[in-house]
C-alpha cells in the first residue's frame, strides 16, 4: 500500500539547473518508501533535473538520464528509486503489460515523467509535482499540487 500524500515540502523556484537538483534532492528527504510522484510540465522545465536531484537525495548518484525511450530505470540495490516516462508510451493497455502497478506499491520511490497520460492508473496517494517556466531565462517554478 503506498504512503499517504501529505508531506510539508510545498514547492520551490529554481535559478538554474543546479538549484533544481538540490530541490530534487531536498523533496525527496519528505517522502516515504513506496511513494509515488507524477511530474508535470512542459519540455524543458526542469522534471529530469529534478529526479536526479532525488536520486542524488537517496544516495544512488547522479546518472540519472531520461528514460523516453527505455520508459523505466531502475537506480540502486535493490532499487530505490524507479524513474518512468511516460511521453512516447501513451498506451494504458501497454503500461499494464508491462507491470506498471508493481512499481506502485514497491518499498521504492517512483518518479514519472508525463504522468498525466497514464492518469486513470495512478494511486490516489500520487504527489503531484508542477513544473513551470519563471520570468526569469532559467528560473523554473516547482509546485506541490493539493
Given at each position: 500500500?503506498?504512503p499517504?500524500?501529505?508531506?510539508?515540502?510545498?514547492?520551490?523556484?529554481?535559478?538554474?539547473?543546479?538549484?533544481?537538483?538540490?530541490?530534487?534532492?531536498?523533496?525527496?528527504?519528505?517522502?516515504?518508501?513506496?511513494?509515488?510522484?507524477?511530474?508535470?510540465?512542459?519540455?524543458?522545465?526542469?522534471?529530469?533535473?529534478?529526479?536526479?536531484?532525488?536520486?542524488?537525495?537517496?544516495?544512488?548518484?547522479?546518472?540519472?538520464?531520461?528514460p523516453?525511450?527505455?520508459?523505466?530505470?531502475?537506480?540502486?540495490?535493490?532499487?530505490?528509486?524507479?524513474?518512468?516516462?511516460?511521453?512516447?508510451?501513451?498506451?494504458?493497455?501497454?503500461?499494464?503489460?508491462?507491470?506498471?502497478?508493481?512499481y506502485?506499491?514497491?518499498?521504492?520511490?517512483?518518479?514519472?515523467?508525463?504522468?498525466?497520460?497514464?492518469?486513470?492508473?495512478?494511486?490516489?496517494?500520487?504527489?503531484?509535482?508542477?513544473?513551470?517556466?519563471?520570468?526569469?531565462?532559467?528560473?523554473?517554478?516547482?509546485?506541490?499540487?493539493?
Amino acid at each position: 500500500m503506498p504512503p499517504t500524500n501529505r508531506i510539508e515540502w510545498t514547492g520551490t523556484t529554481t535559478d538554474c539547473a543546479d538549484e533544481t537538483r538540490r530541490a530534487g534532492g531536498e523533496f525527496v528527504r519528505h517522502l516515504s518508501p513506496g511513494s509515488v510522484v507524477a511530474l508535470h510540465g512542459n519540455l524543458g522545465t526542469g522534471k529530469t533535473t529534478f529526479i536526479q536531484g532525488m536520486a542524488e537525495g537517496l544516495g544512488l548518484g547522479d546518472q540519472v538520464s531520461s528514460p523516453t525511450f527505455a520508459l523505466i530505470h531502475e537506480y540502486g540495490q535493490p532499487p530505490g528509486l524507479y524513474h518512468l516516462d511516460c511521453y512516447r508510451e501513451t498506451s494504458l493497455a501497454r503500461w499494464r503489460m508491462l507491470g506498471l502497478e508493481e512499481y506502485f506499491y514497491s518499498s521504492a520511490i517512483t518518479a514519472i515523467e508525463w504522468a498525466e497520460n497514464i492518469a486513470p492508473l495512478l494511486p490516489d496517494s500520487t504527489l503531484h509535482l508542477t513544473f513551470s517556466y519563471g520570468p526569469q531565462r532559467d528560473e523554473r517554478i516547482i509546485e506541490l499540487q493539493p
